[in-house]
């Protein structure tokens, strides 16, 4: 039996326009960049030569892009058409002619600036649809070409039109939802770019914070490189107009507060380091940063606590809950509702507008992002995200430190080597970091960069003299109450893991 060619191609056009609408939705809700087709409109225009581009602005008027994307638009259609054809014959082709758009589209995603290896993802997934849509909808077709198949055209007719029904539907549903989502976070993404902050002040890494030791992690985190934990599939994205905090639970009296009136306030900024529960021994879920904000405790000191209060219940706009220690967010440490990370107003993934950090507690039980209610109440009647997956419900940061130079499993020099890395205790300080070779216990002092306050990580830095081969090394921090980093050894869950960073070396001459 022949099916006819118009089948073919309708599978190509479906199954590309599918892989568009998918790569689209994805790249418009995971990220605040172009999606593929209007990154390749702005490659295109990048990289043809200005005349021409002016030329074209003449001709077309300022909808040069709107009309390059349209000509984009329909150069693809007939590839994919064709893509339909090509499946007919063989396997590979049609998978090369995806191999190559979807290289064009992540050459141009990575070339926007500060785009980063999550921009990929819609292309990637973009390819994958492509594939699958496409055997999705040759098979029937390729099943009643088959010599000997029933000469019935009604079941394949009904097989392909249901699948291609399917795979439109959900084009033009991604299609859609990445639309409503996306054009909301790139508006958001441009009020944080046009907002100004006129308290936040940038950060000044204080003098002899970073040890002077190549490949070493810096003392403050960039935003970009500062890790991120959150249970949003897509962030909230949240105009600073629409932002209000409300306090409320056993107080005197609520407080409602904008972000005007926040940051109309006097700000406090401050060096914090803050870490997630879930990070091993040695891990990388820990950043410092300088953060600008307005300290919890004078809300709370407005809104009046009542007595037997132990617990302030935190929501985000997600809906995420964490509860924190009431002394944490009342006592004179620098619990901030912060605005801004360093010197910048938060990325949305790190809680734009307005997030809480509070120095010496996990992230999971303070440092709630795009903060809209914090309700104060007693630990007995509450719970939150995580203690109800059997995490504990206090979350002091335990005292840990971690080898960064060498790296697990390189090299180092065999005599005056150098090892180096960062030990914190928040809000306790560290007091000393010590590094043991081959495990003999003999633990040797390292010299210990300078901080502002104790809330930060600090550097350490030691001078090795090993015999050439193999070593193991280890480091432990002692707090500046003198308790020493326990080496007994315990996973994250549930109040944060415990051991010594142990890693192997090699000491060449
Ligand atoms: N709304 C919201 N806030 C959240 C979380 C979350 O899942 N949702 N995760 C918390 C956890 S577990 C950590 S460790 C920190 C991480 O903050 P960061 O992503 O800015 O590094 O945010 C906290 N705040
Ligand atoms: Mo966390």
């Known amino acids: 039996m022949r099916t006819s060619r118009g089948a073919w191609w ?114 990637v997934a973009g390819f994958v649809t492509w594939l699958a849509c496409l055997a999705l909808l040759t098979s029937p077709l390729r099943r009643a070409e088959q010599p000997g198949a029933p000469v019935d055209d009604g079941h394949t007719r009904r097989s392909f039109l249901i699948r291609a029904g399917l795979i439109a539907g959900v084009g033009v549903t991604a299609g859609i939802a990445g639309r409503a989502i996306g054009v909301g976070r790139r508006r958001v993404e441009e009020a944080r770019r046009l907002l100004r902050l006129p308290g936040v002040t940038a950060p000044r890494v204080p003098r002899g914070a970073n040890v002077d030791v190549p490949d070493m992690t810096p003392w403050m985190t960039p935003a970009d490189d500062f890790y991120r934990i959150d249970t949003a599939i897509y962030v909230p994205a949240i105009q600073p107009t629409d932002w209000q905090l409300r306090i409320h639970g056993m107080v005197d009296r609520e407080v409602v507060i904008d972000f005007q009136q926040l940051v109309d306030r006097h700000l406090t900024e401050a060096w914090v380091t803050i870490c997630c529960v879930s990070n091993d021994v040695g891990g990388p879920l820990i950043g410092n940063a300088w953060w600008s904000g307005v300290r919890v405790a004078e809300l709370l000191r407005e809104a009046g606590v009542q007595p037997g209060a132990d617990a302030v219940l935190q929501t985000s706009d997600d809906g995420w809950t964490c509860g924190t220690p009431l002394g944490a967010l009342t006592d004179d440490r620098n619990a901030l509702l912060a605005v801004a990370m360093n010197g910048k107003p938060l990325p949305i993934d790190h809680g734009f507008p307005v997030r809480t950090i509070v120095p010496g507690l996990y992230g999971y039980v303070s440092a709630c992002k795009w903060v809209v209610e914090m309700k104060v109440t007693r630990f007995a009647d509450i719970t939150a995200y995580w203690t109800e997956r059997g995490w504990s419900e206090l979350g002091p940061v335990k005292i840990s430190s971690r080898i960064d130079v060498p790296r697990g499993g390189g090299e180092i020099a065999a005599n005056g080597g150098r090892v180096a890395g960062v030990a914190w205790a928040q809000h306790t300080g560290i007091e000393r970091v010590e590094v043991d070779v081959d495990g003999r216990e003999d633990w040797q002092p390292t010299e210990l960069a300078r901080v502002p306050n104790d809330d930060t990580w600090v550097q350490w830095v030691a001078t090795l003299d090993l015999d050439p081969g193999d070593h193991v090394l280890r480091v432990r921090a002692i707090d500046k109450n003198g308790l020493v980093q326990t080496g007994e050894e315990q996973g994250a869950v549930p109040d944060g893991a415990t051991g010594w960073h142990t890693i192997g070396v090699t000491a060449t001459d």
């Open 10 to 123: 309708l599978a190509g056009l479906l199954a590309g326009i599918a892989g568009l609408a998918v790569s689209y939705c994805i790249a418009l809700v995971i990220t605040v960049r172009d999606d593929p087709v209007s990154a390749v409109a702005e490659l295109v225009i990048r990289l043809t030569p200005g005349p021409v581009v002016e030329r074209a602005i003449q001709a077309v008027g300022r909808h040069d892009k709107t009309v390059l994307v349209g000509v984009i638009l329909v150069l693809l259609a007939v590839l994919f058409a064709w893509t339909g054809q090509l499946a007919r014959g063989s396997w590979w082709a049609p998978t090369v002619v995806y191999g190559v758009l979807a290289i064009v589209g992540a050459v141009a995603v990575g070339s926007q600036r500060g785009a980063s290896g999550v921009d990929a993802v819609g292309v």
